[in-house]
């Protein structure tokens, strides 16, 4: 029997700069979660970004609940089920476990079963990243696409392939959030890199152990993405979590760190049949092509992992 409680409101800090997690990202659905100071307990976890119903199996902390969007559920079957090594690959390493979906009787709606990626942090950081120059595609109104594309424009997407939509630090017990209405804001390469160096600072200075995990994460998803040609992965985002407790290393001594591509509405498998999906060519300030003539690899991702790797090595190599 499945045991659903919903998700907990995160009280308001003292301090004036640390912000409610409730009130900072709305109208978006996320598997974005932060877990109470113990994660081996049955605590349901807090959502940084997004609004809506996410739901925890209290009897199985390790699994996040969350509402079915249709053309995110397809994407996680048809990921699943790829035979081809290099999307293999992809999903298993750089998605969360999907678990299919289970029904909520007094609800009457189907839920997505997938990893909780914060089991066994004891004070988990945070970060949503955007990734691609792109973000809309034909299954949205026209005007979502405006919105979208203009969104794109106004901030580092278009031009670097990466913004901020959520981060949360957590030290010393205390958490403090990013607003994505101000993550949304930044346009300049500078600024954005000393955001996510905030979030890799710690209380002896920047992680840069972790920074070099992720590193290696990210060039390792790169190399995939710079060969696969079958999905498009639109408005996705990359989810970076590492632990700022030290004491939390692997067997080799190593920081546990994730770095997973989560939020797939709009991802999906590219075929001769929806090329009207991307059809018109689309093109940003950086020459950045990305265009439904023919199946190609998804140049505006990898422009923003590219983006990403820059600026996480200039944080590993500039001074504390």
Known sequence: TIILKPVKKQKQLNNPTSLSLSSIYSLFLKIISIMSNNNNNNDVPEQVGGHGAILSDVSDPTIILKPVEERE?????????????VLKQICLVFTPKFGGTTEVNDKGKSLIKME?????????????????TRQHTAYMTEAKQLGCIEKCKSSTTASLGVRIVGMNRKLNGESVGFKKQEAVKISELQVLQDKIQWFFTGTNGVRKDVVNQIIKKVKQ???LMSVQKTYRFYSSSLLIVYDSDESNVDDNNVPVTHAKMIDFAHSFKLTEENL???AEIHENEEGIIDSGKTVDIDRGFIHGLNSLTTMLENIVNSED
């Not at 559920?73 to 090594?85: A, M, R, S, T």
Request: net charge negative.
């Open 73 to 85: 559920l397809k994407f996680y079957v048809d990921i699943n089920q790829e035979d081809d090594e």
């Open 221 to 223: 998803l790169n190399e």
């Open 276 to 278: 009207e999906l991307i």
């Open 116 to 132: 909780n990626l914060l089991t066994n942090m004891n004070s988990p950081c945070i970060a949503d990243l955007k990734i691609g």
